[in-house]
């Protein structure tokens, strides 16, 4: 409705504009002065449509909503233990799926999927005591040395890594736990909660390694 009468309007007033120069001319033709004065009223009528129009079309210029890319922050929550055991001693107890079972109380039952040379790494997969199931891929790893894991399940929109590093000391080794997540800056996560699964998790492993000095590295439940 907006729409018809504005058209309308329009039409009224370039068929007013048209009248008026028709007019100017007659009047200049009759060697009138004042057809001078109207045609200038032509002139400006047409001049002040054109801006009209043009603002009109500017303002009903549908604007390019540019989308802003969420920011995001990494936070690190980093653990360390040392043992007086060799790294591949306390390697051979933290990295078979199945020694979940001894690390963790949560745990019953822990199996693994070998990875693919050009497809997912290997896939941990933990059944727990609450009837939930947890899973984790080891995207990266240094026998011996260097293991990366990030969450799978439960799905989480916040993206989490785990990093386990064994380092020769003069009397063992030390392995350091690196919990990383990315998330959005304003998003608040409790690293409090982290650094304490870690500590209890690098406890755990100094329990198992002191109960068994000569522990060959099978696990057992």
Same mark, same amino acid.
């Given at each position: 409705m907006k729409t018809a009468v504005l058209t309308y309007i329009s039409i009224l007033a370039l068929s007013g504009l048209v009248a008026l120069?028709? %007019?100017?001319?007659?009047?200049?033709?009759?060697?009138?002065?004042r057809g001078i004065g109207v045609l200038a009223l032509v002139v400006g009528g047409l001049l002040m449509t054109f801006v009209l129009a043009v603002t009109q079309s500017i303002k009903t210029k549908p604007r390019k909503v540019i989308a802003r890319?969420?920011?995001?922050?990494?936070?690190t929550t980093t653990t360390t233990a040392e043992y007086p055991h060799s790294s591949e !001693? !306390?390697? *051979?107890?933290?990295?078979?799926?199945?020694?979940? @079972?001894? %690390?963790?109380?949560?745990?019953?039952?822990?199996?693994?999927?070998?990875?693919?040379?050009?497809?997912?790494g290997e896939r941990q997969c933990f059944f727990l005591r609450n009837g939930q199931i947890e899973v984790i891929e080891v995207i990266e790893e240094i026998?011996?040395?260097?293991?990366?894991?990030? *969450?799978? %399940?439960p799905p989480s929109p916040v993206s989490q890594r785990t990093t386990y590093r064994l380092d020769t000391?003069?009397?063992?080794?030390? %392995?350091? !736990?690196e919990d990383s997540a990315e998330v959005p800056v304003d998003f608040s996560i409790d690293q409090q @909660?982290?650094?304490?699964?870690?500590?209890?998790?690098?406890?755990? !492993?100094?329990?198992?390694?002191?109960?068994?000095?000569?522990?060959?590295?099978?696990?057992?439940?």
């Open positions: 120069s028709v %007019l100017g001319a007659v009047l200049l033709q009759r060697e009138d002065p890319k969420p920011e995001f922050k990494t936070v !001693v !306390v390697w *051979a107890l933290i990295k078979p799926a199945e020694s979940a @079972t001894l %690390l963790s109380e949560n745990v019953i039952q822990a199996v693994s999927v070998p990875g693919l040379p050009d497809g997912p026998p011996g040395r260097l293991a990366v894991t990030q *969450a799978l %399940l000391t003069a009397v063992g080794c030390r %392995l350091t !736990v @909660t982290a650094k304490d699964h870690s500590e209890s998790f690098l406890a755990r !492993v100094r329990e198992l390694l002191d109960a068994r000095p000569a522990w060959d590295g099978s696990p057992t439940v």
